[in-house]
């Protein structure tokens, strides 16, 4: 069955405004990845959080996970028109050979 | 100087007919996957190769046959193809043969399968 879900499914922002999407999942994990997928194009990894990790900083990106909660967030601060795009979180299991099992995305636009 | 490509970006092509995908990465990975990605942008995996051998099938009917001629390349063959295979095809790869425990994939930019 499905692993992550984002939300929102979709999201429209004016540039400079910062984005948040959020990313439940249900069974314990190994880590936690967020992803971005422009259209047309292949997915582009952004970072990785693993399940002792809080917090994690990249650029403009910030990841929190709570794995109490089973559910991390992705904000983008300060956003450009260039970061519009989907994004998806993607969740390792603990058990077994494990895969990335994703989400079906949050629809990010930024406009000018 | 691309790390995943796949090859073609587009295929259109009648039901019943047989076709193949490529996958070719050049960063020295020992795993390698086809991923799935329906109309509503969901992507599910298909299958996962670790150095040539086969890992994962996710109850993908036998239609679909990946090959592996060695670690850097991972083919998708399908055959007697069905509207409901029209979708997008993404081939990945990570480091390590754990699965993407700690190793992030890197996806090539995906055919898009149109079945007519």
């Known amino acids: 069955s499905q692993q992550g879900e984002e939300d929102p499914q979709a999201l429209s922002i004016q540039e400079g405004e910062n984005a948040t999407m959020n990313c439940s999942y249900k069974?314990?994990?190994?880590?936690l990845q967020w992803y971005r997928q422009n259209s047309g194009r292949g997915l582009v990894h952004l970072i990785l959080?693993?399940?002792?990790?809080r917090e994690k900083h990249s650029g403009r990106l910030r990841v929190t996970l709570d794995t109490s909660k089973k559910s991390s967030s992705l904000l983008i601060t300060a956003s450009r028109a260039a970061d519009t795009a989907s994004y998806f979180c993607?969740?390792?299991?603990?058990?077994?050979?494990?895969?990335?099992?994703f989400g079906k995305g949050t629809m990010l636009l930024v406009s000018p | 100087d691309t790390a995943v490509s796949q090859t073609p970006k587009y295929l259109v092509t009648q039901m019943g007919n047989d076709k193949s995908i490529k996958c070719e990465q050049n960063?020295?990975?020992?795993?390698m996957y086809w991923y799935k990605q329906d109309s509503k942008k969901f992507l599910k995996i298909m299958f996962s190769?670790?150095?040539?051998?086969?890992?994962i099938n996710e109850t993908v009917p036998n239609r679909f046959s990946p090959k592996s001629p060695d670690k850097a390349h991972l083919n998708l063959h399908i055959n007697s193809l069905e509207l409901g295979d029209s979708a997008v095809y993404f081939c990945?790869?990570?480091?390590?043969?754990?699965?993407?425990?700690?190793?992030?994939?890197?996806f090539g930019n995906g055919t898009r399968l149109t079945v007519t």
């Open positions: 960063l020295g990975h020992d795993t």
């Open positions: 959080i693993r399940s002792n990790e």
């Open positions: 990945a790869s990570s480091q390590g043969s754990g699965g993407p425990y700690n190793s992030p994939l890197h």
């Open positions: 993607a969740t390792d299991a603990r058990s077994g050979y494990s895969t990335l099992t």
């Open positions: 069974t314990s994990i190994n880590n």
């Open positions: 190769y670790n150095n040539k051998e086969l890992i």
